[in-house]
C-alpha cells in the first residue's frame, strides 16, 4: 500500500526494525477487546516513509554462518505482550519451522532473522511507502487544533514527486548514520562502509589484499567472512586498542537493556547520563562475542604454526589513507599513543567498520528543532518514552524518538531488539490514548 496525500493520525520515518515494531504493537492494540475496530483507527491509518525499496534487516550483512546476538523471545512483540501475533515463535508456527528449531543450539541466523523481519514487516497493518525519502518536517500553522500539527515533506523517488502528509505525531525512526572518519573520505569504490559490505566486496576484482578498520562485532565477522571467501588474500586488521575485546556479558551490567533502566537513565543530568552510557557501552559496542573471538584468534595462531600468516594484526593503531591508485590504496600505520610510524601498506581494498552515529538533532527535525528543550550537552529533551519536550512545556510536541536516543534513555533504547517490543508499546499506546484530533489542512503533491 502507498502512502495518500492529506492527513494521518501518525507519520513513522522509517521502516526498519523501529518502525516495524511500532507497525506490530499498533496492530496489536487495535485487536485488543476493549480498543477500537482493527479496521480504522491509529493502526490502520499510520504511514510509514522508508526511503529503502523493502522492508529488510541489515540486508549488506547476510554473511553465511553469523548470528544475532540478542535472546529471540526479545522480538517485535513478546516483551510487550505474551499473546502477540508477531512473536518469533509465531514465525516458527507459520513456517512450520518450530520442531526443527528447537532441535538446534544456538541464537537464529541473521538470515533467518532477517526472513522474521520481513514476515512482520508484511502482516502489520498501516500505510507504507517504499522508495520515500523524507526531506523534512514543518509546524503547519494552517493546521486548526489546541496540539500541534506539522507536514512531512517526502519525495517518491520513483516518480520523482514531491509528497507531503499533515498529522498531529511524528515518529522518528530512521536509525544512525554511517561513521566514516575524515581520514578516509575518499572517492574510491574500493573503499567503503560496512554497512554496505556485501554489495562492496561483490563489486571488487578478487583482492589480494584487505584492510578492515575496527574491532567490533561486524569487523570479526567481516574479517572471518573474507578469509573464507579469499583464503590467499592478506586481511590487514587494524585496530586502536589493544585488540579484540570480548563484550561484557555480565547479567547485572546487561540489566541496562530492562525496561525500568530507561525511565531512571534518562532522569540523570547530561554529565552523568554520559558517565553511566560510557559503563554500559561495552555490552553492545566495540567488542565481539566469543565465538568470533575464538575463531579470530584460531585463524591467527594456525597461520603461525604454518608459516604463513593471512591475517596481521595491528592493534593500537591509528590509520589514514595517503594516497590512491589504480595498483592500490596506500595506508599510513602509526602508533595510536605516541605517534611514531609502525608501518606503511597497500591493499586493494578498506572495509570501515568505525560504527555509526547518533545525530544531535535528527537532521529531518532540523525546521523545527528551534522549538525543542535541550539539556547541557544540546541533546533534545525527552520524556521516558521518547518524546521530544518543547521549550514552553505547555503541551506534549508529539514528535518522539524511536530507536534513535540512546545518549538520552540509555543503550537499551539504541538499535538492539532488546527493548524494542516494549519501547513500540509505550510509543503505541501514547499515540492511541492521547487526544490528538486529526488537523483539518490539506495537505499538498
Known sequence: ??????????????????????????????????????EGGVAGQAVYLERQAEAAWQPELMIAGTDIQHHYLRDFGTPRDPHTRFGFVNYLHAKNRFYEFTARSGYPERVEWDDYCRWVAERVDGLRHFGATVRAVHRDTAANGARPAYRVEYRDEATRRDHSIVTPAVVVATGYAPHIPAEFEVDDRRVFHSDRYLSGIT??????????????QTAGEIILDLRQRFPDAAVHSIVRNNGFSMYDLGHFVNRAYWPHERAAFAAYPAEIRAEVYAGQARTN??????????????????????????????????????ETSPAAITLDITDRYTGGHRDRIGVDAVILCTGYVQPRIPEVLAPIAAGFAVDSDGEPVVDPIGQIRYL??????????????????????????????????????????????????TASA
Open 203 to 216: 563489486a571488487l576484482e578478487p583482492p589480494r589484499s584487505i584492510a578492515v578498520v575496527g574491532a567490533a
Open 285 to 322: 559496542y566495540a567488542a565481539v562475542d566469543p565465538d568470533v573471538s575464538t575463531a579470530l584468534y584460531n585463524d591467527w595462531y594456525r597461520g603461525r604454526v604454518l608459516g604463513a600468516q593471512r591475517l596481521h594484526l595491528h592493534i593500537r593503531s591509528a590509520s589514514r589513507i595517503i
Open 392 to 441: 514552553d512545556g505547555g503541551h506534549e510536541s508529539g514528535i518522539y524518538l524511536h530507536g534513535v536516543a540512546e545518549r538520552q534513555l540509555g543503550i537499551g533504547s539504541a538499535a538492539s531488539f532488546s527493548l524494542l517490543a516494549v519501547r513500540s508499546g509505550d510509543i503505541a499506546e501514547s499515540l492511541v490514548t492521547a487526544t490528538r484530533p486529526l488537523p483539518t489542512a
Open 1 to 38: 500500500m502507498t502512502a495518500p496525500e492529506g492527513t494521518a493520525p501518525v507519520v513513522c520515518i522509517g521502516y526498519g526494525p523501529a518502525g516495524i515494531g511500532l507497525a506490530a504493537a499498533l496492530t496489536d492494540l487495535s485487536y485488543q477487546p476493549h480498543r477500537e475496530p482493527h
